[in-house]
């Protein structure tokens, strides 16, 4: 049996592929790559030149020598029709599946206090440096230079507790991550229930704006400030937990964009919120909330915003296990396919990781232990990659149980000891052109 994110990928392809074809009359039965072969294709792509990655695909799909040939396709033309494909399709996918969890009362989901618990973070990404691909992304003029490498906005809203990505979107890098958050929470309301969530955000993002739109979702949520964000009410405060109220003036509804929520912002004067002071080794941080005190109390608050780093997580297997920024076309609607395939792909490896760690959790051999085991990540998405052609063209149930299976093997014979703070800081000065488009992998 396929895994739900795989299941709905096939049942998007198989009964809605019409509304992702964005030209009629393409990919008709004549052509020898059919709708299916393409999302397959590009799904399961390994990250190898196009020429070394179709001849992989064919070599899966047809058994015989005769049957290769007369079914191999120039690059030119595989380059060509994939821009037919909605990268939608591709996000759709992967939301088909979330929602399915998320509306689910029997998958096991890791929850605080009946409350999902998301992060919404957003990072940059390196994209090919040509000047089609600098043209459609708009880059800034001191990045056209052909010695810098483009990059592009990405933002993902992220369970903190089970790792599923909720939502993503990837922009431009002119926009600003506050923006790609409101769009979010707004993608992201039409998938899961917010006012069963907190969404916890870093210091960049405490702003009116995204504050009352939470509320018009009825969600709760934890907002880092910086040491000058609501500088005056903090003043104000007599004792590390209060509720303050946050005077909506001019300067502070003239930056709400939104003008359904800038009306609101202007009705309301005021936000009744609370402003809880928390110790860290390096001091203190001040969180905003509307949670109440029967629902979280201040080292509550601090455990939740500290799973914030589960986001950063995240980001590290999209871009080192699943190559994210490891583009394999040059044009914006390319690069959009790859990126949400990856980030299906994610989804997809969260909910073999969630078995796994289960079978590990369960298991005898483990319990015992000092140190807690988990999946080696590295190897069950290098499994999972390796594994998609023959697990989608293979029509023996059997045969596809059986992959199935060998992936779970792998998996828990392969563990990590789980760490308990990040083993390394972050890079601030990452070598460009991790991936560049002209050195793509040759095996």
Not at 179 to 194: P, Q, R, T, Y
Not at 244 to 268: C, G, P, Q
Not at 279 to 286: A, D, L, Q
Not at 288 to 300: F, H, K, Q, R, Y
Request: with cysteine; charged share 35%; proline share 3%.
């Amino acid at each position: 049996m396929y895994k739900l994110f795989f299941k709905n990928l096939e049942k998007l392809m198989y009964f809605e592929k019409e509304k992702y074809i964005t030209e009629e009359g393409k990919f008709t039965k004549e052509y020898k790559m059919p709708f299916k072969d393409f999302a397959i294709y590009l799904v399961g792509n390994r990250g190898k030149t196009t020429v070394l990655e179709i001849d992989e695909y064919v070599r899966v799909k047809c058994k015989s020598i005769t049957e290769r040939v007369a079914m191999r396709v120039s690059k030119q033309n595989i380059s060509k029709q994939r821009t037919y494909i909605d990268p939608v399709f591709f996000k759709d996918a992967s939301i088909g599946g979330i929602k399915e969890i998320y509306s689910s009362k029997t998958y096991p989901l890791k929850k605080f206090k009946d409350l999902n618990a998301f992060a919404i973070d957003g990072s940059q990404g390196k994209i090919p440096n040509t000047s089609q691909t600098r043209e459609e992304f708009d880059v800034d003029l001191n990045s056209l230079e052909k010695t810098k490498t483009p990059k592009v906005r990405v933002s993902v809203m992220s369970d903190v507790k089970n790792g599923f990505i909720i939502d993503s979107n990837i922009s431009s890098l002119s926009t600003g991550e506050s923006v790609l958050a409101s769009e979010n929470i707004e993608n992201a309301a039409k998938i899961v229930d917010l006012s069963e969530s907190i969404l916890i955000f870093d210091r960049n993002y405490a702003s009116a704006e995204l504050i009352i739109q939470i509320l018009e979702k009825d969600g709760y949520f934890i907002f880092r400030l910086k040491s000058d964000t609501y500088k005056k009410e903090r003043k104000k405060m007599k004792t590390d937990d209060e509720w303050v109220d946050i005077n909506l003036n001019k300067s502070r509804t003239n930056n709400v964009k939104n003008e359904y929520l800038k009306a609101k912002a202007e009705e309301l004067d005021y936000l009744n919120l609370r402003i809880v002071n928390v110790p860290i080794k390096s001091g203190t941080e001040t969180l905003l909330t509307n949670l109440p005190e029967d629902i979280a109390s201040p080292a509550e608050l601090k455990n939740l915003y500290g799973e914030r780093w589960e986001i950063e997580k995240g980001y590290d297997v999209l871009k080192n296990k699943l190559e994210m920024e490891n583009f394999s076309g040059k044009r914006r609607i390319t690069i959009e396919q790859d990126f949400y395939c990856t980030i299906f792909m994610y989804n997809a490896l969260m909910e073999y990781k969630a078995e796994c760690n289960i079978y590990l959790r369960e298991n005898p051999k483990y319990k015992h232990l000092e140190c807690e085991y988990k999946v080696n990540m590295s190897v069950l998405a290098g499994k999972l990659k390796t594994s998609i052609y023959e697990m989608f063209l293979t029509d023996s149930a059997e045969e596809r149980r059986l992959i199935e299976e060998d992936i779970f093997n792998i998996a828990k014979k392969n563990t990590i000891k789980v760490e308990k703070k990040p083993s390394a800081s972050r890079n601030k000065n990452p070598l460009s052109g991790k991936y560049p488009y002209n050195n793509r992998k040759l095996c």
